[in-house]
């Protein structure tokens, strides 16, 4: 565990994967994956844990990052520009430290996806991953109030920097749709997504994918 100074306190990052972890050479040195975790919930969640494996075994570096207010004990997050900001303090520092000369695909869990992807323009993302996007906030979701939708943000991505959405297919905060740049895949389950194996199955082929472009 590293401790990184932000300009709302101390954020925490749990570096997995590296040198001899994976026993994959070369290339895919070149990426790593910083993952943040949802709004109530910490960086050990299923699918978070489902992503980190697949993530290694292909020999990525992954940074799992808890956000200060979960560090400081507080499970209400705060406001979104506070979250990004703390964020993007997290991704500077990696990048000029542990993971100095990787591109960065960047992504999360719910919360942690919609940090990822309104800030992947000044994280300089090469991708963008999200766990259980809440496309609705759940009131709107329950009424089908789609003036509070939250596509903006998935489209807040560069169209150049591909996303990858993994939903369950009966998440009540919505199915966001593909386009662009972004493919979207659903597995068995709400927002939970609880299956580790299908979690695996999604993410390990784009991934793979995104090695073989910085390969060439």
Same mark, same amino acid.
């Given at each position: 565990?590293?401790?990184?100074?932000?300009?709302?306190?101390? !954020?925490?990052?749990? &570096?997995?994967? %590296?040198?001899?972890? $994976? @026993?994959?050479?070369?290339?895919? /040195?070149?990426? #790593? +994956?910083?993952?943040?975790?949802?709004?109530?919930?910490?960086?050990?969640?299923?699918?978070?844990?489902?992503?980190?494996?697949?993530?290694?075994?292909?020999?990525?570096?992954?940074?799992?990052?808890?956000?200060?207010?979960?560090?400081?004990?507080?499970?209400?997050?705060?406001?979104?520009?506070?979250?990004?900001?703390?964020?993007?303090?997290?991704?500077?520092?990696?990048?000029?430290?542990?993971? !100095?000369?990787?591109? &960065?695909?960047? %992504?999360?869990?719910? $919360? @942690?996806?919609?940090?990822?992807? /309104?800030?992947? #323009? +000044?994280?300089?993302?090469?991708?963008?991953?999200?766990?259980?996007?809440?496309?609705?906030?759940?009131?709107?979701?329950?009424?089908?109030?789609?003036?509070?939708?939250?596509?903006?943000?998935?489209?807040?991505?560069?169209?150049?920097?591909?996303?990858?959405?993994?939903?369950?297919?009966?998440?009540?905060?919505?199915?966001?749709?593909?386009?662009?740049?972004?493919?979207?895949?659903?597995?068995?389950?709400?927002?939970? &997504?609880?299956?580790?194996?299908?979690?695996?199955?999604?993410?390990?082929?784009?991934?793979?994918?995104? +090695?073989?472009?910085?390969?060439?």
């Amino acid at each position: 565990m590293i401790d990184i100074a932000t300009p709302h306190g101390p !954020a925490r990052v749990r &570096l997995e994967g %590296g040198p001899g972890e $994976s @026993g994959v050479e070369g290339g895919a /040195r070149r990426l #790593a +994956l910083v993952l943040g975790h949802g709004a109530g919930g910490g960086v050990s969640s299923t699918d978070l844990r489902a992503t980190t494996e697949a993530a290694v075994a292909l020999g990525f570096v992954v940074a799992l990052v808890e956000q200060p207010y979960r560090v400081a004990g507080r499970r209400s997050p705060p406001a979104a520009g506070q979250l990004d900001t703390s964020w993007l303090a997290v991704i500077d520092a990696l990048a000029a430290g542990p993971l !100095a000369g990787c591109g &960065l695909v960047v %992504g999360g869990r719910s $919360s @942690g996806a919609r940090v990822a992807c /309104r800030t992947a #323009a +000044l994280a300089q993302a090469v991708g963008v991953l999200c766990l259980a996007f809440p496309l609705l906030p759940p009131g709107a979701a329950r009424a089908g109030d789609v003036s509070k939708s939250r596509l903006g943000e998935l489209e807040a991505v560069p169209s150049y920097v591909p996303v990858l959405v993994v939903q369950g297919a009966r998440d009540p905060f919505g199915m966001p749709p593909p386009g662009g740049n972004r493919s979207v895949v659903q597995i068995a389950g709400t927002h939970t &997504l609880s299956s580790s194996q299908a979690v695996r199955a999604a993410v390990s082929p784009w991934l793979a994918v995104l +090695l073989a472009v910085a390969d060439r």
